[in-house]
């Protein structure tokens, strides 16, 4: 008896060894199923047996590990946990790399989602301009485009939200608007009398309507919230922004870690579209991709503040891990 279960396990190791044999000549070595045929002398039939038999029994093991697979899973993901209606991963942990890539994402996004009419409204920065100059020329007469918050009156002007506007309106082949205002005002009163203008205030109401919004966002850097503030944030302001938690800004409007609006000093001088109404608009896509921004993109996707998303693997895996 015992002969007889040693010959039975001998055969059984001879023929897993055949099929690891047929299955490594049809999958690494790249033979057909004839060719197999003749070089282990078996039957053309018996040897696509072999090979079924072989991924029934787990010998063969067929997996898809492109990239794009994983971005896929990425992208599902991320529309999962925080209710977004579109993503586009790119396939980069390079911040230099990313520059480039996340843009085209982005711009694929706004072409995806622009109808005859669509009225856009543009940030500022320079992830706005980078997915501008990614768009390819269109031909939308009857669409719309105007500014969702003030200028900065910065050096770099190409960057700067009215010249965004203006460059998106190009590659739309369509009017815009603009918003010939600073983003903040000396004071709370001055800030009231501008947007009681007709025409800025024909223009906050035009934003206030959008059908699609193109936005970056700002995070909190060592007490500061980066350029767009640069010149307004003193001691006092930085202090205020740590005392009331705030993490981030998104088109003017400073955010918590829940991505409600932390009403500051500089509210009632910024001119900007209002932030109640912000969540009103059908697509705002959200365009980020360095990791420092990480925990203030957060709170705009947790706070219902985006509802698209274009970034990048390192930024789509952090996002993920966040709670």
């Given amino acids: 008896m015992f002969k007889d279960s040693a010959l039975a396990s001998m055969q059984t190791r001879q023929h897993i060894e055949e099929l690891i044999r047929v299955s490594q000549m049809y999958y690494d070595e790249g033979f057909n199923q004839s060719q197999i045929a003749g070089e282990v002398g078996y039957s053309r039939s ?11 029994t787990g010998i063969v093991q067929i997996t898809i590990g492109h990239p794009l697979q994983r971005l896929q899973s990425l992208e599902e993901n991320l529309r999962n946990k925080y209710g977004l209606k579109t993503v586009r991963v790119a396939y980069s942990y390079d911040d230099n790399i990313a520059s480039t890539l996340v843009p085209q994402c982005a711009a694929q996004l706004l072409v995806e989602n622009l109808k005859p009419d669509s009225l856009i409204v543009t940030s500022t920065g320079t992830p706005m301009a980078a997915t501008i100059r990614a768009l390819p020329p269109l031909d939308y007469p009857r669409a719309h485009v105007t500014q969702m918050l003030g200028s900065l009156s910065s050096a770099n002007s190409l960057t ?8 998106m309106a190009e590659r739309l082949g369509c009017a815009y608007s603009l918003l010939p205002a600073p983003l903040i005002m000396g004071s709370a009163e001055v800030a009231q009398a501008v947007r ?22 700002g995070a909190i850097r060592q007490g500061h919230s980066g350029r767009i503030f640069h010149s307004f944030e003193d001691a006092a302001v930085a202090r205020e922004l740590q005392e009331k938690g705030v ?10 870690m829940h991505g409600n609006h932390v009403r500051t000093s500089l509210c009632e001088r910024t001119i900007s579209i209002d932030f109640e109404r912000f969540r009103d608009i059908p697509l705002v896509i959200g365009v980020a991709w360095e990791t420092w921004r990480a925990r203030a993109l957060h709170a705009c996707l947790v706070g219902g503040l985006m509802s698209a998303l274009a970034t990048n693997q390192g930024m789509a895996e952090l996002l993920l891990d966040m709670d």
């Fill in 46 to 56: 018996s040897v696509s047996r072999m090979l079924t038999e072989a991924r029934e």
């Fill in 160 to 167: 700067d939200s009215p010249e965004i506007c203006r460059m």
């Fill in 196 to 217: 009681s203008e007709k025409l800025i205030a024909m223009t906050l109401a035009l934003g206030n309507r959008a059908d699609i919004a193109i936005v970056g966002v």
């Fill in 247 to 256: 993490v981030g800004h998104i088109c003017g409007h400073h955010i918590d």
